[in-house]
């Protein structure tokens, strides 16, 4: 007998190629199943999608090709991560088989059948010499603040996705881990999916959940998925999550898409974060599909359990644990939620669990601004703020100073004849890195030595412009020459940007001696100012917090609000330290502008009072998430063509059905319009609901397509759609 198999395979969203292809097998195979089949003259990995008896109509056997092997020993991916990935496909424009090839370990591809059988008995043979632990039960770290306790009983009985709006410092880890406690116990397989916004986050993170859960499942029970990992590793996590022997993964924003047969409980971390927008390939938001993931998973477990319900002896509810239904739990957390997630919560579509709160009451940083218009000319850091920390690192206290550039300066220029270090690739200044001498694209790559003069003129007198953390450090470094530590010592400054932490290992290195206390001030960009619980710092400085105001993106505000809340929130964390020491924690911010209405909201720590103007701000402008948004981007040889390409788009666009319900606006150039030799242009769509904008991009995309081979668009070199942008 012959079955007809429809596979996807990884095709570009714009090749043209259909959703799946058709293939012969001896074997009916389930959905799902992982297959390598020819295509062109290579072999590729595939997923089955439908395995039907007959032929699809006009189709013979001579057109169509045999499968040409089964991955033995991988179960089928399951019907729920199938949709998963088809409505991800289906809602940011790309091919099926794009987003679920996406989807798996790279090395999944490039394995042969027999590679693969070698690779799983490796990892069986691991399994069996761990050490399973004898069950002890829930070993559990603190006892329950009552405002964790709250939350964890509302989250139990929670029908919607939970937005844990809690304080920073006011434990919202542990309660992250007690679901997943709770989670994992309610039945032998299920699993927990934590996402964190990047890797730098998880070291503490992936501490506090291995101590919690290796003690109950064993080593293997938690693996961790994200970019960082080599592509063996990858895949052994991969298969790990899939075979259910993980009981937890722990990832960045590619583990949504990670197949977890048993998932009960999704924790997206720092919600807010723009991480878990993806900025290439399918532009996914993670948060977003977690929530679509929950729900998916969610409905067939009720599924599955509606049976058993219904039958003759229906199963009691347990006394206060609500709604027995088996959930797949969404949780969201931040203590600056996107205004996305607060909407929602506005709407009742989420349920807004707050834990205002500080572990043992400790208090929030004060806010101390710094009206850079007093200040002396030319001073990077204002006299009193440097005064301020001398006196904390005297105290034994320590002090994060966050500036978000790196290098020493953003440009290098010639005061003769005006040259300036410009990229000869991008539309872009090259950036002068002291300590290596060199001046660097941060856009394409492109490094070179440090002139010795001038190329211009010859000018031996060029000089840095405007400040990097490089220059920073430096400077503190000399301003608090003179201060001495409690222990006698001279005091410490160090940095930490993606230029320190290139090295593998060197983050967690520089962490540590942030931790231990061997250093006194930390500069850095904004990833000193995520999720770290440090225990000693009592000053955070956020000096040129202007820069982000100044940007014409609408989210300007809300993103600078969260930095600096954020940053803010790894000061005083430690209540009794804080006592100890006698002085509240400050989060000092220099600005220009001090009379800009953020900052009242600021000192008063009140994000919902920033939510709300906000949010009024954009209903009334009917932006997100009010109003919906897509981009259209190109990128192309010349400006004009990236710009041509984009508005004969947007004219053959007048014709098509659902084109009176969006609005669409004139090709614009990016604000860096050229990277790397591309030129870079970008059409924005807007449409008052996301149904009539997914209605519009669906009958759009052949005529995206279509468009390609216009006599303007010559010099066109790729176009991709960005669905719910987050820069516009
Ligand atoms: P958040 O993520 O909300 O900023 P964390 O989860 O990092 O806060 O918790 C802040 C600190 O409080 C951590 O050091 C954590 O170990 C500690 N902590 C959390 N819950 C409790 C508790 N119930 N009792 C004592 N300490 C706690
Ligand atoms: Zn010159
Ligand atoms: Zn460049």
């Not at 990128?635 to 004219?651: E, G, I, K, M, P």
Request: with cysteine; aromatic share 6%.
């Amino acid at each position: 007998m012959t079955f007809w198999p429809s596979v996807v395979v990884a095709t570009p969203a714009h090749s043209g190629v259909g959703p799946s292809l058709t293939y012969r097998s001896e074997l009916s195979l389930a959905p799902g199943t992982l297959v390598r089949v020819p295509l062109g003259a290579r072999e590729v990995l595939g997923v089955v999608w439908d395995c039907p008896a007959t032929p699809p109509e006009g189709l013979t056997e001579a057109q169509t090709k045999p499968v040409a092997g089964v991955l033995e020993g991988l179960p089928p991916l399951n019907a729920r991560w199938r949709q998963l990935v088809k409505f991800a496909a289906q809602y940011y424009q790309r091919s099926l088989g794009e987003v679920a090839l996406a989807a798996l370990p790279p090395q999944l591809r490039d394995l042969s059948t027999v590679q693969l059988a070698r690779r799983l008995k490796k990892h069986q043979a691991a399994r069996n010499a761990e050490a399973t632990p004898a069950p002890e039960d829930g070993t559990d770290g603190h006892a329950l603040s009552d405002e964790q306790r709250d939350a964890l009983q509302a989250l139990a009985g929670a029908q919607a996705p939970v937005l844990l709006f809690g304080a920073t410092g006011s434990g919202k880890t542990e309660v992250y881990l007690r679901a997943t406690q709770r989670a994992l116990a309610e039945h032998a397989s299920a699993q927990a999916l934590v996402m964190v916004p990047e890797i730098n986050l998880t070291p503490q993170l992936e501490a506090r959940f291995r101590e919690r859960f290796e003690p109950l499942f064993g080593t293997g029970a938690l693996v961790c998925l994200h970019s960082g990992m080599t592509p063996a590793q990858r895949l052994a996590s991969w298969l790990a999550a899939h075979a259910g022997h993980a009981r937890i993964v722990l990832g960045t924003r590619m583990a949504v898409l990670a197949s977890l047969p048993g998932l009960r409980l999704i924790v997206v971390d720092e919600e807010h974060d723009p991480s878990y927008k993806s900025q290439e390939g399918a532009r996914y938001s993670a948060r977003d599909l977690a929530v679509y993931r929950g729900k998916v998973e969610s409905e067939a477990l009720a599924a599955e359990a509606a049976p058993l319900r219904a039958g003759p002896h229906p199963s009691p509810l347990p006394e206060g644990e609500g709604v027995n239904t088996p959930r797949c739990q969404v949780v969201l957390g931040s203590a600056t939620p996107s205004l996305e997630s607060w909407h929602a919560a506005d709407q009742g579509r989420y349920l807004r669990l707050a834990m205002p709160a500080r572990i043992g009451g400790g208090e929030l940083p004060r806010l101390r601004l710094v009206d850079m218009n007093h200040q002396p000319k030319g001073a990077v850091l204002a006299p009193p703020l440097i005064a301020a920390m001398a006196e904390r690192i005297a105290r034994g206290e320590q002090c994060l100073v966050l500036l978000n550039r790196r290098g020493y300066a953003p440009v290098l220029a010639c005061h003769d004849c005006g040259w300036k270090s410009a990229c000869p690739h991008c539309s872009a200044y090259r950036v002068f890195h002291k300590l290596d001498r060199t001046l660097r694209c941060h856009h394409c790559g492109f490094t070179e030595r440090v002139p010795r003069a001038c190329p211009d003129c010859g000018n031996l007198d060029i000089a840095p412009v405007g400040r990097g953390t490089e220059q920073v450090e430096e400077q503190l470094a000399g301003l608090l020459a003179d201060v001495k530590r409690p222990d006698g010592g001279p005091a410490r400054v160090a940095r930490m940007d993606a230029d320190s932490t290139r090295l593998k290992g060197s983050l967690e290195v520089q962490l540590a001696t942030m931790h231990s206390g061997e250093v006194d001030v930390l500069v850095g960009t904004q990833m000193i100012a995520k999720g770290h619980d440090f225990r000693r710092i009592t000053l955070v400085a956020g000096i040129n917090a202007d820069a982000g105001l100044f940007a014409s993106d609408y989210r300007a505000p809300e993103r600078l609000f969260a930095l600096l809340m954020q940053a803010g929130g790894r000061a005083g964390r430690d209540a009794a330290f804080m006592s100890s020491q006698g002085a509240a924690s400050e989060l000092w911010v220099q600005t220009w502008t001090p009379q800009h209405p953020l900052f009242d909201a600021l000192r008063r720590h009140d994000f919902p009072a920033f939510a709300a103007t906000q949010l009024a701000e954009r209903e009334s402008a009917g932006m997100p998430p009010f109003g919906h948004q897509a981009l259209l981007r190109a990128d192309a040889r010349t400006q004009q063509a990236a710009q041509a390409y984009l508005n004969a788009a947007a004219r053959a666009a007048a014709g098509l059905p659902h084109a009176g319900d969006v609005t669409l606006y004139p090709a614009v150039p990016l604000t860096i319009q050229r990277v790397a030799n591309v030129e870079r242009a970008q059409l924005l769509v807007e449409a008052a609901s996301r149904g009539a904008l997914q209605r519009f991009l669906a009958a759009w995309q052949p005529v995206l397509l279509d468009c390609r081979s216009l006599p303007e668009a010559r010099g066109l070199v790729r176009f991709a759609v960005d669905v719910d942008p987050l820069a516009i």
